[in-house]
């Protein structure tokens, strides 16, 4: 990987995470505190910060809580790794505007999910947030409505931060769009592990008769293009993933050899499919962010060493990353 996590070379920033307890949050505090940042982690208390943060206990979602827990702070970037719908989005942009200069929302892949280009990586202008409507009046407090409209409330919370007009105060904002995340031994989305158990049983993963492609990230990778991103100057959307595309087969190739067992796929058109398989185009566009400074690595370089760390291998096998 070309790029060393120091978020654009600017030393000695004060940055407030919002979040980042887990996974590749917690990867990106490690990035930020190792190029000599200050961090603020905050959070409802369900997890200790990280070592080297300092901690303030709010609910993102209680504005006059988190009011309380930023006042007569200011920070130069907050980055909001936990912001999912309109509503959350709305709250953050009155409690932070005027506290801080720059403001990265980590969202996804899924705000595609209305499109389908076969052939063609999505580009960032395939969903611009100022024209996305906004619907503050949904039931976005309901977890299971939060989950069945992930996408929809990424896209709906990227187009608050959008939004402009007479009396809208302005946020300097960023929406990383990540791909899908591979890697890392605290995976706990139960993806790669889903093929494990199924290859090392020898029972058939469930796909689309025409199985689509997708764009993937590297855990490590996504770390290093936030704390990155949180120090650079562009604004609005950017996509964020490794280069080159991954298919089912290849990613199930990985964890074959890393599991040992057999697979066989079955195509179906009514049962749940397996992760990471797609009947429609799942693939972005990241030349945006390379134009902008930030150099990719290659998917086929990482995923062998990706799966072997997520299902408990060393990751020692032949894989860069």
């Not at 912001?83 to 929302?105: E, H, K, N």
């Amino acid at each position: 990987m070309e790029n060393d996590g120091e978020s654009g070379g600017e030393n000695g920033m004060d940055i407030l995470v919002i979040g980042g307890s887990r996974y590749f949050g917690k990867r990106l505090i490690t990035r930020l505190l190792t190029a000599g940042h200050r961090v603020t982690v905050l959070n409802r208390g369900s997890a200790p910060a990280p070592t080297g943060t300092e901690a303030l206990v709010a609910d993102r979602d209680d504005e006059r809580a988190l009011e309380r827990a930023v006042a007569g702070r200011t920070f130069d970037v907050v980055v909001d790794q936990v912001c999912y719908t309109p509503r959350q989005a709305d709250i953050a942009r009155r409690v932070f505007t005027g506290r801080t200069r720059r403001y990265v929302m980590t969202s996804t892949v899924e705000v595609y999910g209305d499109l389908d280009s076969p052939g063609a990586a999505v580009a960032e202008s395939a969903v611009d947030p100022a024209a996305v409507p906004v619907d503050l009046g949904l039931p976005w407090e309901d977890p299971e409505f939060r989950d069945a409209h992930y996408g929809e409330g990424k896209r709906q919370a990227e187009a608050v931060f959008a939004a402009a007009g007479p009396g809208l105060p302005v946020l300097p904002w960023v929406s990383v769009r990540v791909a899908h995340v591979i890697g890392g031994a605290d995976d706990f989305t139960g993806r790669v592990e889903h093929y494990a158990r199924r290859i090392r049983a020898g029972e058939p993963v469930a796909v689309p008769p025409v199985n689509r492609p997708a764009t993937y990230v590297y855990v490590e990778e996504i770390a290093a293009f936030l704390a990155w991103a949180a120090g650079a100057e562009f604004t609005g959307p950017v996509n964020a993933h490794s280069h080159g595309e991954l298919t089912t087969a290849e990613i199930c190739a990985a964890v074959q050899e890393t599991t040992g067992g057999s697979v066989e796929f079955r195509e179906t058109t009514t049962d749940e499919l397996s992760p990471f398989s797609f009947a429609r185009a799942y693939a972005m566009d990241n030349s945006r962010a390379e134009s902008l400074g930030f150099r990719f690595s290659n998917a086929s370089d990482w995923l062998r060493t990706a799966v072997a760390e997520t299902l408990g291998r060393d990751g020692d096998l032949g894989g860069a990353a």
